[in-house]
């Protein structure tokens, strides 16, 4: 089956739903984002794996004023892998309170359920070395 439109849409939505939340401290909302086993991968950048909302929201918390203050996304690409199965590619810049600063990778696995399109896990990747350095 193909991918609806509106399941496009709806999951391109809940990616850039990602910064507003976390940008205004809407911690409470993150079962909008992900799902409640949630494993938000950032090993990548060297800081392990979070499993669940729980753990989720008490690392951003306990980063405090080392959160961006501005999450942005980019270059969303949607893979149908099953009917109620997604794998997503985007892009993400993060800008801290001093104005500098940092681009990731975001590998998702989104999944449907009862109560839409959920965030099931999240893999996080520091950007590799420049092209010309290569």
């Known amino acids: ?9 709806a999951i391109t939505d809940l990616i850039h ?9 809407e911690l409470d909302r993150l079962d909008e984002l992900f799902t409640p086993d949630v494993v938000y991968d950032v090993t990548g950048l060297g800081a392990g ?9 008490d690392a951003t918390l306990a980063l405090g004023a080392s959160n961006p203050v501005g999450h942005h996304v980019t270059n969303i690409v949607l893979t149908e892998v099953t009917d109620h199965q997604v794998r997503a590619l985007s892009k ?9 600063c940092g681009s990731v990778s975001y590998e998702d696995t989104i999944d449907r ?19 010309n350095a290569r």
């Open 1 to 9: 089956m193909t991918l609806s439109t509106e399941d496009r849409t």
């Open 17 to 25: 739903m990602h910064g507003h939340l976390f940008d205004s401290g």
């Open 92 to 100: 993400g810049i993060g800008v801290k309170a001093d104005g500098t």
């Open 113 to 131: 359920g009862e109560r839409g399109w959920r965030i099931s896990h999240r893999r996080v990747l520091a950007p590799g070395a420049p092209l």
């Open 49 to 57: 794996s979070l499993q669940g909302l729980a753990a989720l929201r």
